[in-house]
Nanobody
């Protein structure tokens, strides 16, 4: 059984930073693609960042150069450092896992599982 719970969201001004955390269980030693997706009203679900078991990462073009994903060695903690935030980054952010066949940010738009998300709101 796996579970993932995101935290660390909040309200921040444009240009600011937030660091999201995810408590994950059941992924130790797994080959799953793990990462983050976001969902905002009126927008399609967007895979934001992905990381594989070896630590290789992939980002959506919309966040590349601003966001950094990382994980601990046991894959029981996932992080998303968000810098230079923009109003269009406003969304509910979820940590998630996807099948290991590929591990790109887009993969996380169709995850196999996810948990409680955390709201990120960026003001103009």
């Amino acid at each position: 059984q796996v579970q993932m719970v995101a935290s660390g969201g909040g309200l921040v001004q444009a240009g600011g930073s937030l660091r999201l955390s995810c408590a994950a269980s059941g992924f130790t030693g797994s080959s799953y693609c793990m990462g983050w997706f976001r969902q905002a009203p009126g927008k399609e679900r967007e895979g934001v960042a992905a990381i594989d078991r070896y630590g290789s990462t992939n980002y959506a073009d919309s966040v590349k150069g601003r966001f950094t994903i990382s994980q601990d060695n046991a894959r029981n903690a996932l992080f998303l450092q968000m810098n230079s935030l923009k109003p269009e980054d406003t969304a509910m952010y979820y940590c998630a896992a996807a099948p290991p066949r590929s591990c790109e940010a887009r993969t996380l738009a169709t995850p196999m599982g996810w948990g409680q998300g955390t709201q990120v709101t960026v003001s103009s």
